[in-house]
């Protein structure tokens, strides 16, 4: 029994490219597909087209997880077996961020199987703009708590794990994860696609925004409006140099100051009555870029305009956040963001 991406008993959550309502393309982290079946297997066709690392597609089966390589290119069917025959629930996600793209074609169940319907989804909505602490990245190195990132080949990069994600489910949210890992403000910085850098200041609004998979395409904001908005940029801006840090009145520094304040201008003529909270990370970083984000947000005076700080901002670990730093942010940003007076 096919059950095709269209079907009305499956639940999806992201920003996802639906030009083809029978092969949806997810491209950003926590981006998902949701359903209850009968039977003791479920198979998944999927296609997949790779930048870079090694690729998983997350799964969560009756509450388990675990984590599938996908093909460097093309199409596969991928089996996943329950425990024992009956009534289960399957979650697929993506782990990663655009470093691949993840085309959904279809589950394939057994003979006589059935769907049936999922509860649905909750009101509640938020939208994350990050990097790859967003995102969810090198989360899994559990042995690297507080310390530089193993070498590694994707395989520790779990967007579940994300702050991101786990701010989402202890508010009892939907997400949208507009993370990439590397990425800056501005173009021409940061890591993400170097040495022709792309900022978020050109990837915000797109669906398709890595130039190794084509030319970008644009996001109907229409689809998803988030009653929360947090912005986590700034950490990946020092590179390749930290010029807020070095002269926080010099031109470069003044220009990042001035874009930031587009950005949430943007954000804001999108969402014109959502809460927006700016934050960054535990990830080391220079406080400069905290005092930069703390004048843009007092200088535009929006009432529903936050910036939060960490307890341990910008000096919990030098390297990515592994699940209990990553929970150490969702605690504190989570019962900073029930303070607020949101109409969910």
Same mark, same amino acid.
Do not use: C, F
């Given at each position: 029994m096919i059950i095709k991406p269209d079907n009305n008993k499956l639940i999806y959550s992201g920003r996802i490219d639906w030009s083809n309502k029978q092969a949806p393309v997810f491209v950003f982290p926590c981006t998902s597909v949701k359903m209850k079946f009968s039977g003791d297997k479920v198979k998944v066709h999927v296609r997949n087209k790779k930048a870079y690392w090694d690729n998983y597609l997350g799964c969560i089966l009756d509450g388990k997880q675990t984590a599938v390589l996908l093909p460097d290119e093309g199409e596969d069917i991928i089996e996943i077996s329950a425990e024992s025959p009956g009534i289960h629930e399957i979650l697929l996600f993506k782990r990663q961020d655009s470093c691949h793209e993840l085309t959904f074609l279809g589950f394939e169940l057994g003979e006589g199987e059935e769907i049936f319907d999922?509860?649905?989804?909750?009101?509640?909505?938020?939208?994350?703009?990050? *990097?790859?602490?967003?995102? %969810?990245?090198? /989360?899994?190195?559990?042995?690297?708590?507080?310390?530089? *990132?193993?070498?590694?080949? %994707?395989?520790? /990069?779990?967007?579940?794990?994300?702050?991101?994600?786990?701010?989402?489910?202890?508010? %009892?949210?939907?997400?949208?994860d507009i993370a990439q890992g590397g990425i800056a403000l501005l173009n021409d910085t940061g890591w993400f696609y170097e040495p022709d850098a792309v900022g978020m200041e050109s990837v915000w609004n797109k669906i398709h925004y890595n130039p190794l998979f084509g030319s970008a395409t644009d996001w109907d904001f229409n689809r998803y409006i988030p009653q929360l908005v947090i912005v986590a940029i700034g950490q990946n801006d020092s590179h390749p140099e930290d010029y807020m840090k070095e002269d926080y009145n010099c031109d470069r520094a003044v220009r990042w100051r001035s874009g930031y304040k587009d950005l949430l201008k943007k954000i804001r003529g999108q969402y014109p009555d959502a809460w927006i909270v700016c934050i960054t990370t535990l990830l080391e970083h220079d406080p400069s870029w905290d005092q930069a984000i703390d004048e843009v947000c007092r200088g535009m005076q929006d009432g529903k305009l936050r910036h939060f700080i960490f307890r341990r901002n910008g000096s919990g670990t030098p390297g990515h956040l592994r699940i209990p730093e990553a929970e150490e942010m969702a605690e504190e940003l989570s019962a900073y963001i029930e303070g607020l007076d949101i109409k969910w």
């Open positions: 999922l509860p649905p989804k909750t009101k509640r909505k938020i939208e994350v703009y990050g *990097d790859s602490v967003s995102a %969810g990245e090198v /989360s899994e190195a559990l042995e690297y708590v507080g310390k530089e *990132d193993p070498e590694h080949n %994707g395989q520790y /990069s779990n967007s579940w794990y994300s702050y991101a994600w786990m701010t989402a489910r202890k508010l %009892g949210a939907e997400i949208h």
